[in-house]
């Protein structure tokens, strides 16, 4: 059974300062990784996936990841926050595409805060 | 081009009562997937349609039910409501993973918030 751990349910940040959020996944196949975020009151939004190319994504708004298969570990990270990162962040598991139907298995999600 | 759109996006419900949530997918996609996300928690997967009919199914009872329609669009029904049920319910749009064109990356919806009392 595939499953996702988000290590720390609120991270705080200065303005400026780098973003580091944990994701640990559990596999028994190869899997692709996502990370979305979600603002309040809003749908998910995609920011990067990792789908078995290159361990180094980047993502959209200066977020990038790396997967590390020995780690099992998909931490996100962006060198420098900014306001308008503050949200809600949750990583996400896929078997890879063999069966034909793709679901998600998220994590339990990271409140990031960011303050001036 | 409109992402995925759902309705309602708010609506009240009392016990035992039965809700229908819609959602109509991203312009070109042809598999539908619904979430539960509890406050506080990550989306729970419910089930997904392809091709109208269900084709996986999370850990839901049967009083969760769904339908595909020919146009792609999707509902999601619950009946006998309990209080547990109160939550953010996700639509996700895709092209069918493994197809020719099916990346797996999912787009969802802004939710239907549904509040039981």
């Known amino acids: 059974a595939q499953s996702v751990t988000q290590l720390g349910s609120h991270v705080s940040v200065s303005e400026g300062a780098l973003v580091l959020l944990r994701c640990n996944y559990s596999?028994?196949?190869?899997?692709?990784l996502f990370w979305y975020v979600q603002y309040p009151n809003q749908g998910l939004q995609l920011l990067l996936k990792?789908?078995?190319?290159?361990?180094l994504v980047k993502g959209i708004n200066g977020f990038e990841a790396e997967f590390k298969k020995s780690e099992t570990s998909f931490h996100l990270t962006k060198p420098s926050a900014h306001m308008s990162d503050a949200a809600e962040y949750f990583c996400?598991?896929?078997?890879?595409?063999?069966?034909?139907?793709?679901?998600?298995?998220f994590g339990a999600g990271t409140r990031l805060a960011v303050h001036p | 081009d409109a992402g995925v759109t759902q309705s309602p996006t708010h609506l009240i419900k009392t016990r035992g009562q039965q809700v229908t949530l819609r959602c109509s997918p991203k312009?070109?996609?042809?598999?539908v997937s619904w979430y539960q996300q509890a406050l506080g928690q990550g989306p729970q997967f419910i089930f997904q349609?392809?091709?109208?009919?269900?084709?996986q199914r999370g850990n839901f009872p049967d009083r969760f039910s769904g339908h595909q329609f020919p146009n792609y669009s999707s509902e999601l029904n619950v009946n006998a409501l309990l209080l547990g049920d109160s939550a953010l319910y996700l639509c996700?749009?895709?092209?069918?993973?493994?197809?020719?064109?099916?990346?797996?990356?999912?787009?969802f919806g802004e939710g239907s918030r549904l509040t039981v009392l």
């Open positions: 996700a749009s895709s092209l069918l993973a493994g197809g020719p064109k099916g990346t797996g990356e999912l787009f």
């Open positions: 596999s028994s196949v190869p899997p692709y």
């Open positions: 990792y789908t078995s190319a290159a361990t």
């Open positions: 996400a598991v896929s078997p890879t595409l063999t069966g034909g139907y793709n679901k998600l298995i």
């Open positions: 312009s070109g996609h042809d598999t």
């Open positions: 349609y392809y091709e109208e009919e269900e084709r």
